[in-house]
């Protein structure tokens, strides 16, 4: 049996649901696509595809059989890219990890990158959990922080500034707090990520580290989206990065209070695993995003 070809056999049907799509993706017979993932069943002895007269669907070997298909089978067109004249010409799945708010500095981005290398498919994830790169068949992830994962490589893509925002609406009944030591007296929403116990700490200049843990707070979110629905609906005032207030900012949504409190920013970091050959799609990703990543304007730069 041509194992390998079983192998896209099966990815194929099982990502379209048919042997009669994968057989026109592959430019085979649809009976030849069902014998080939057939013959494979037979050789591993599990069933990977249920039949049906209408559909085809995953079993729950299928399922756990195919995602290490497919990192197999992008790894190998990731080698004949690499020594092939392909690579003068990146394209292929490049997926990738973001926290859930990438979207508002990355998708802004996405045109020109789109312009400049079309043959390159974006699969994006947003998500705040820390993905096993690995293991859930990621090439890259962006993160906030320094990396400490030592299995890592890691290249600084660019940083936000924070900042300290509340509704037009809380502010008139609150007031608007002249200096730091006034935050004891306000409603503070906190980030938590999600798989920390306690909220991220605020860094205040001139006050401790661990004095806003004693500020009033009558909310935590793992989520900055969450956090920022929060302020506009006039809960408190809550720290966010300043590409996730622009918006409400200039529509008078929020209203930012103590600019130069906050004592520090952050950096978004790009990681990929330190054993993994770094592929053409994903080095021209890197370099584009080190040369046009400005998350405080929105990832316009490079419109």
Not at 48 to 60: E, F, G, I, N
Not at 213 to 237: C, H, K, Q, Y
Request: charged share 20%.
């Amino acid at each position: 049996m041509d194992r390998l070809a079983a192998l896209t056999a099966f990815v194929r049907t099982a990502d379209a649901r048919s042997f009669a799509a994968a057989a026109r993706t592959l430019g085979l017979s649809p009976s030849a696509i069902g014998k080939s993932v057939a013959r494979l069943e037979a050789e591993l002895g599990v069933r990977l595809l249920q039949r049906t007269t209408r559909s085809v669907s995953l079993t729950a070997e299928g399922a756990l059989f195919l995602e290490p298909c497919r990192r197999a089978l992008d790894a190998l067109a990731e080698a004949d890219l690499a020594v092939g004249a392909l690579a003068s010409s990146p394209r292929g799945r490049l997926r990738l990890s973001l926290p859930t708010i990438g979207y508002r500095f990355l998708v802004p981005l996405m045109p020109g990158f789109a312009r400049l290398y079309p043959d390159i498919r974006l699969d994006l994830d947003f998500s705040d959990r820390m993905v096993d790169l690995v293991e859930e068949g990621f090439d890259a992830a962006i993160r906030s922080g320094v990396p400490a994962d030592s299995r890592m490589v890691a290249r600084r893509i660019g940083g936000f500034r924070m900042v300290l925002c509340a509704a037009p609406s809380y502010l008139a009944r609150a007031g608007t707090p002249r200096g730091v030591d006034d935050l004891s007296a306000h409603a503070c929403l906190r980030f938590r990520q999600a798989s920390a116990a306690n909220p991220q700490p605020w860094v205040l200049r001139g006050m401790a580290a661990t004095a806003a843990d004693a500020f009033p707070t009558p909310l935590v979110a793992s989520n900055m989206e969450a956090l920022r629905a929060a302020a506009i609906a006039g809960l408190g005032i809550a720290a966010m990065p300043r590409f996730l207030a622009a918006e409400a900012l200039s529509q008078d949504a929020l209203t930012e209070v103590l600019p130069e409190a906050l004592a520090e920013g952050g950096d978004f970091w790009l990681v990929w695993p330190s054993n993994r050959h770094l592929s053409p799609k994903l080095r021209v990703f890197v370099d584009f995003l080190v040369a046009n990543f400005d998350a405080d304007q929105r990832g316009m730069k490079a419109q």
